[in-house]
């Protein structure tokens, strides 16, 4: 199974790993498949990138 990366222009990438890792293990939780988990998670991090960290909050 291939998801495609979204492109975005990144700005910080700290938090990519920790959003895709988060949103995917949550998406599994809540019991649904994997491709829409995997889309879904991708996704997430690639709006993670796009804000400075300071920004974030």
């Known amino acids: 199974m ?3 990366a979204f492109k975005v222009r990144a700005v910080d ?3 990519a790993c920790g959003v895709f890792n988060g949103v995917f293990s ?3 939780d809540e019991k649904f498949d994997i ?3 995997l889309k879904f998670a ?4 690639a709006l993670a990138v796009t804000k400075n960290e ?3 909050f």
């Open 35 to 37: 491709e829409f988990s």
């Open 42 to 45: 991708t996704e997430a991090a």
């Open 2 to 4: 291939k998801i495609p």
């Open 13 to 15: 990438t700290n938090a």
């Open 26 to 28: 949550v998406a599994l």
């Open 54 to 56: 300071v920004e974030k």
